[in-house]
């Protein structure tokens, strides 16, 4: 019985954590989803950026703006710098790795690019240069963070969103995160290509 009250619990965490989150950011997630719109309708891209389990929700989320989420459809341009271990780790040992994805993105970032930031607690110097190169080429960023994000939170002009959800379980925050983007692809593809 100990095993199933701990599968509860853990649901029950989950959906409590959602909850919250939800009665906070709807509107800051139909914000980020404008956003996105925005720069998608205009011909530009959407560039994740994540560290760790947040990296795998990065790749998921430009692999279903690729690819599809509910329906088919055309494929929009996204891409998420530090993917491409070559890359990545050339970077690292040749400068640091707090440079792996603002040397990226001040490589390939356009104007009106939107970049999209994901940590589950948002103190690290690699997104932390992340954001200020996106900035450097004039691309807006979102932030989906979790517990202390103070350092992405400093960085971010009025325009632009944070969605932190109110956690201080990582696993928690990486589930809230996951749904926050599946929220994110089907308001993109609802509103580029209806119901």
Do not use: W
């Not at 790749?59 to 710098?81: D, K, M, W």
């Amino acid at each position: 019985m100990e095993l199933e009250e701990r599968i509860v619990n853990l649901f029950h965490n989950s959906m409590d954590t959602n909850a919250h989150t939800i009665e906070q950011y709807t509107p800051m997630i139909a914000h980020a989803s404008e956003l996105m719109l925005s720069s998608l309708a205009s011909e530009l891209k959407v560039v994740c950026v994540g560290n760790g389990g947040s990296a795998a929700l990065a790749q998921h989320f430009s692999a279903l703006l690729l690819s599809r989420f509910r329906n088919e459809r055309p494929g929009l341009p996204a891409i998420t710098v530090g993917a491409d271990s070559a890359v990545l780790t050339g970077i690292a040992e040749e400068s640091s790795f707090s440079e792996v994805y603002s040397k990226q993105i001040r490589a390939i970032g356009q104007p009106g690019d939107v970049l999209l930031v994901i940590s589950n607690q948002g103190r690290s110097n690699s997104l932390v240069q992340a954001i200020q190169a996106a900035h450097d080429r004039d691309m807006s960023v979102i932030a989906i963070t979790g517990h202390d994000s103070s350092n992405i939170s400093a960085l971010l002009r009025p325009d632009e969103v944070e969605i932190c959800v109110p956690s201080d379980d990582n696993a928690m925050i990486y589930s809230a995160h996951l749904l926050i983007l599946h929220c994110l692809c089907d308001l993109i593809e609802y509103q580029l290509f209806g119901a």
